[in-house]
């Protein structure tokens, strides 16, 4: 039977890719919308976004997507300029295989990881291949309107233009985080989750522009629901940095102590940080599980738990038996 491109979960219905309430939750409708593109129709669009800089600003191309008409029961997704859209698209990339199946999962082990995370699902080209699909954190729609939401990355925060994004480490981004958030504590401990879990899930560019804050209409300031999360040392497995940035001046050879020392820069207790680690523990089975549930090859999901597994015995971590038996039904 056919899965749910959001959850994973079988389909009682051929008919359609996604389950009621999945659809509701990322589309706001029970009917999901339809993409009437083929992946060369995206990929063309994408040359001529860029080129007018109208795309969202990354080294992945990045298209921003809002609703059009298409009749009033069933909507449509259309490709939108920069300030309008409600979704990101990530096309699927024939030098780096896998990337929307990869980031899908990665987010979904985050989030039952506990750490926040944009709402996101897979969507199928009409061509057949599949795009990974994001909501838009800094847009809204309220009451037909679109509504920006206001945010600021790293690099805008620690005054760094976007081509020294990798020049800075977890320590000053954690500076701005104490600054400027409004519960600096809280804030804290969810950058400290999404780099041990970046760590582990083998994700090498959480760079200056992959952490955000937002500001809200009644004031507050808080880090950014997690995005651009996925495993970079799949798709890059030459790659010998283990962190976009620097952890106590270190972009490989991690230790747990290191983690230990930049949970103290953060003022996080070392139970706090126990407390983390230990929940990723509990959580390795939880991980197998959607590894072995999504929609990556036999062979990438495989590799993954490799990486999972090497990465969690670094870390201290108890591996569960038979973690490495990939499990397909």
């Known amino acids: 039977m056919k899965k749910c491109l959001a959850c994973y979960q079988q389909l009682e219905s051929s008919k359609t890719e996604y389950h009621e309430k999945c659809s509701k939750r990322i589309f706001n409708s029970k009917i999901p919308p339809r993409l009437d593109y083929t992946l060369d129709e995206i990929n063309e669009l994408a040359k001529e976004v860029i080129q007018k800089r109208v795309a969202i600003p990354g080294v992945q191309p990045k298209l921003s997507l809002t609703f059009g008409s298409a009749s009033s029961l069933e909507k449509r997704l259309t490709i939108v300029g920069l300030w309008d859209g409600l979704y990101v698209?990530?096309?699927?990339?024939?030098?780096?295989?896998?990337?929307?199946?990869?980031?899908?999962?990665?987010?979904?082990?985050?989030?039952?990881?506990?750490?926040?995370?944009?709402?996101?699902?897979?969507?199928?080209?009409?061509?057949?291949?599949?795009?990974?699909?994001?909501?838009?954190?800094?847009?809204?729609?309220?009451r037909k309107k679109m509504i920006k939401?206001?945010?600021?990355?790293?690099?805008?925060?620690?005054?760094?233009?976007?081509?020294?994004?990798?020049?800075?480490?977890?320590?000053?981004?954690?500076?701005?985080?104490?600054?400027?958030?409004?519960?600096?504590?809280?804030?804290?401990?969810?950058?400290?989750?999404?780099?041990?879990?970046?760590?582990?899930?083998?994700?090498?560019?959480?760079?200056?522009?992959?952490?955000?804050?937002?500001?809200?209409?009644?004031?507050?300031?808080?880090?950014?629901?997690?995005?651009?999360?996925?495993?970079?040392?799949?798709?890059?497995?030459?790659?010998?940095?283990?962190?976009?940035?620097?952890?106590?001046?270190?972009?490989?050879?991690?230790?747990?102590?290191?983690?230990?020392?930049f949970a103290e820069y953060c003022k996080i207790s070392s139970k706090a940080c126990e407390n983390v680690f230990e929940k990723l523990e509990k959580k390795l089975g939880a991980f197998k599980k959607l590894i072995s549930m999504s929609f990556l090859s036999d062979e990438m999901a495989q590799k993954y738990l490799e990486l999972i597994n090497e990465r969690a015995q670094r870390l201290d971590l108890a591996v569960p038996k038979n973690f490495l038996e990939l499990n397909r039904e």
């Open 89 to 142: 698209l990530k096309p699927p990339n024939d030098e780096y295989p896998e990337l929307p199946q990869n980031e899908d999962v990665t987010m979904h082990m985050a989030k039952v990881a506990g750490i926040k995370t944009a709402e996101h699902s897979l969507i199928r080209f009409s061509s057949g291949e599949l795009a990974y699909l994001s909501t838009r954190f800094d847009r809204m729609l309220k």
């Open 149 to 261: 939401i206001h945010q600021e990355d790293m690099c805008q925060l620690t005054g760094l233009l976007t081509e020294n994004k990798y020049n800075s480490s977890l320590e000053k981004v954690a500076a701005a985080v104490n600054q400027y958030t409004t519960n600096k504590g809280l804030e804290l401990l969810e950058l400290f989750k999404i780099t041990a879990f970046s760590f582990l899930t083998g994700n090498s560019d959480m760079h200056l522009k992959n952490y955000s804050l937002v500001y809200r209409d009644e004031g507050s300031v808080e880090l950014s629901p997690a995005y651009d999360l996925l495993a970079t040392k799949l798709v890059v497995p030459q790659d010998r940095e283990e962190m976009a940035l620097t952890m106590r001046g270190k972009k490989n050879r991690l230790t747990p102590q290191d983690f230990f020392a």
